[in-house]
């Protein structure tokens, strides 16, 4: 079975159809890039992928057991927040149970400094995440998030106000997880998506309307 099987999947706002009869699959192992304008839906689609939002009509179906690290933007993330880049990584271990003042596992240090190594940004282990380039910091979000071991892992946007060679950086990281994961990018960069993924779904916009007087609707 694939790792996600979407089937006529819509999603409205009130009256705004952000998501219209979606029909998409997506095999283990497969780079998945996502793209379209702004107010397509990409933001949506993730949010239905991740169980955030449920849809209004149509399916979404995952395959047994797989679970999905997300990485958010990293512009989201409050760089003033005193912590080091270990504790980052650290902190996407949800399956530890962490109490108040309780030290992690050597188990779980050695899992965070592994993927910080494969990452190539263990010299970075005891900086803080202020101090990072948005590049960097992107490369600890996308170890935070493989701290669980995830089957799938959904980025959004990871690349937004980054420079050509730190976004070229992470699409080749991205490339190399490839061979262990099935990965699901939401991106604006059309050249990279098409270079790098295995396929590239686009979302259009305001083509039609779900219904006779609903707002936008999506084609895939
Ligand atoms: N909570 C909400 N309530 C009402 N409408 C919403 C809500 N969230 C999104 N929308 C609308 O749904 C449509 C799709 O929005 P969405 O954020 O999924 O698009 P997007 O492709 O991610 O856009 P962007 O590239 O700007 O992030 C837009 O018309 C948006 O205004």
């Known amino acids: 079975m694939n790792d996600i099987e979407m089937k006529n999947l819509s999603v409205k706002y009130g009256t705004v159809c952000a998501l219209k009869d979606i029909n998409l699959n997506i095999g283990s192992k497969e780079f998945v890039g996502i793209t379209g304008p702004n107010g397509a839906g990409k933001s949506t689609l993730l949010k239905v992928l991740l169980g955030i939002i449920k849809p209004t009509s149509g399916s979404i179906i995952l395959k047994d057991n797989v679970s999905i690290g997300y990485v958010p933007q990293f512009t989201s993330f409050d760089k003033q927040f005193p912590i080091k880049v270990l504790d980052v990584i650290l902190m996407g271990n949800l399956s530890s149970k962490i109490k108040l003042f309780k030290k992690y596992s050597k188990k779980d240090i050695d899992r965070a400094r592994n993927i910080m190594d494969k990452l190539g940004i263990k010299m970075f282990e005891h900086r803080q995440i202020g101090q990072l380039s948005g590049g960097q910091l992107q490369k600890v979000l996308i170890g ?38 099935t990965i699901i990018i939401v991106t604006h960069d059309m050249e990279e998506v098409v270079s790098y993924t295995d396929r590239v779904v686009y979302l259009n916009k305001g083509l039609a309307k779900c219904k006779e007087g609903e707002h936008d609707r999506n084609i895939i």
């Open 144 to 181: 935070r998030a493989l701290m669980t071991d995830p089957e799938i892992l959904v980025l959004d946007e990871p690349t937004a106000s980054l420079d050509f060679k730190a976004k070229i950086d992470i699409y080749e990281m991205l490339s190399k997880i490839k061979k262990e994961k």
